[in-house]
Each structure stands twice: as C-alpha cells, then as structure tokens.
C-alpha cells in the first residue's frame, strides 16, 4: 500500500500499522478486494466530544457512513464480510445507507448504564454484510457476543483509559476469529483506541487501520506493541472458497 512511512510508527509495517491521518484520504490507498475482513467503529454523528480536534458532527454523519460503505465494498475481497457499529439513535437514518441484505450483529453488554429510558440499551448494533462472491465454509459464528463492559479493576486486555469509548475486546476478537482467516487482512477505517489490531495480533490475523488523532494514535500502537505475542493461533479449519 502506497503511503508514506512517516504516517506509520516505529515498530509498525505496512501489513501491520495504525496510520496517522483521514481515513477518507488514507484508505485511497488500499488495493481493489484486497482485504479479508472490515471491521470498524466511525463517531457516530451525536457531537461527542472526544477531547481531540475531530468534530463529532451530526450533519455530516450520513455523508461519513456513505463513503465507509462504498470503501468497505471496494476494497473486500468477494465473499468477504463488513461490520460497521452503529447508534442506536441513528439507525432509523443510517439503516437504508446500507447494501440490501445486509443485518444486525448484536453487540452485548454484560453491564448496561441506566438511562431515563423505559428499556435499555442492553446492546450495540453493528451492521454487517456479505459481498458477492464465495461464501464462507460452513457456520463460522452466531449474530452476537456478550462482551465485558463492566467498570471493574479485571477487564485486563479490555482496558484502554485514554479513549473516551473503547470497545469490548471479547467482542473484537470473535469477530475477527470468525470471520476472518488466518493470516487474513482486518482493516478498521477507525482505529481509535486499537482494539481492532489487538485482536488481529492476538488471532494471528493482519491489520491495517487509521486514526486522525496523533497523541491516540500513539497510545494505540504502544498498547498493541505492549501486549504479549499470543502463545499459539489455531489452525484454520474452514477456510473461504477460492
């Protein structure tokens, strides 16, 4: 991929590294059906403040989620899976932006924060689809996942304090297992505090992401870099049909 190695950091490769800059620019550079998996988590358009020179900006969100999906479709591989978190609050306008087909993962909490709401919001929704083209072998994994979200001193490797909105690393990395092959190419469009690449390091997959933020960034790259190397990565048993 064709991008200048002072957007990588020092121990980051081109097949494994966090870039430094806009996804909307940066994943120019990504090769037609290239990847095996896309898997990411865009600001949601609700004005969060994420303490960093991004504007969470509400009137631009539909633009934003547009642009991921035509980049999601280009760059997957046929056969290839997408899944793109989502809002609960968007969703209603998010939803038609999406290919037909597509359908809702569920992205459990084992611990929900109460709102003046007569349900709660017990899960995210991640939209995901399947491109055209050979299917994955066999059933590869359910439509959801339980992930640890408690605020508790035994999250480990699911702790990520610099980052306003971190997401369950459970939750990634099954994910990842499933729908990715070994050795496969996982891209996140928003790295934000890493997850995505800890669990392609920790599954024995690739990664290759963004963040416009430069401090989170680097504080990204030295989580994954400070982690333990996985003592061993499973066999792959299913595959994807070539």
Known sequence: MKLGPYLLG??????????????????????????????TDPPFGIGFDYGTSYQDSPSDYLDLVRRIVAESNRIIKPGGLCFVFQAMLRLRETWPLFPEGS???????????????????????????????????????RDWHVGNTANTNNRGLDEAGFHGCPRPLGTILYITECFAPIGGIVVDFFMGSGTTALAAYLAGRQWWGTEIDPATCELARERVRNTQPPLFVAQETQGVLL
């Open 103 to 141: 359908r809702l993962f569920a992205a459990c909490k084992n611990f929900v924060q109460m709102r003046p709401t007569r349900v709660q919001f017990a899960f995210d929704p991640v939209v995901f689809w399947h491109k055209d083209g050979a299917y994955l072998k066999q059933p590869r994994g």
């Open 10 to 39: 020092p121990n980051d490769t081109p097949e494994n590294g966090i870039y430094c800059g806009d996804a909307r620019e940066l994943a120019k550079a990504i090769p037609d059906e290239s990847v095996d998996l896309v898997l």
